[in-house]
């Protein structure tokens, strides 16, 4: 089994940073690809930003030049800097991660985090 759990949601006013972390634990073999997604009410959830093993990233469009993604591979954890938010940053932000366990080390999964709330407010 594997847990992500993601910490440093909360409330900002608009302009302000966050920085959230999701660490994954349990029968890990290796962690490949890393990320955020967000889900807004009623609309779907999307990918915010993702990081490989490597560190190469990639950015939604929306958030380029405010958020940063970057990962501690040691400890199997990822953040996201979350700077100048905006009203429009406001959803629950879910931690992804694609894990290679012990239990099956010839295949990668896709586990989720809970989510951690962030909510702009203007």
């Known amino acids: 089994q594997v847990q992500l759990v993601e910490s440093g949601g909360g409330l900002v006013q608009a302009g302000g940073s966050l920085r959230l972390s999701c660490v994954a634990s349990?029968?890990?073999?290796?962690?490949?690809?890393m990320g955020w997604y967000r889900q807004a009410p009623g609309k779907q959830r999307v990918l915010v930003a993702a990081?490989?093993?490597?560190?190469?990233?990639n950015y939604a469009d929306s958030v380029k030049g405010r958020f940063t993604i970057s990962r501690d591979n040691r400890k199997n954890t990822v953040y996201l800097q979350m700077n100048s938010l905006k009203s429009e940053d406001t959803a629950v932000y879910y931690c992804n991660a694609a894990v290679v366990t012990t239990q099956d080390i010839w295949r990668s999964r896709d586990y989720w985090g809970q989510g951690t709330q962030v909510t702009v407010s203007s």
């Open positions: 349990g029968s890990i073999f290796s962690v490949n690809a």
């Open positions: 990081i490989t093993g490597g560190g190469t990233t």
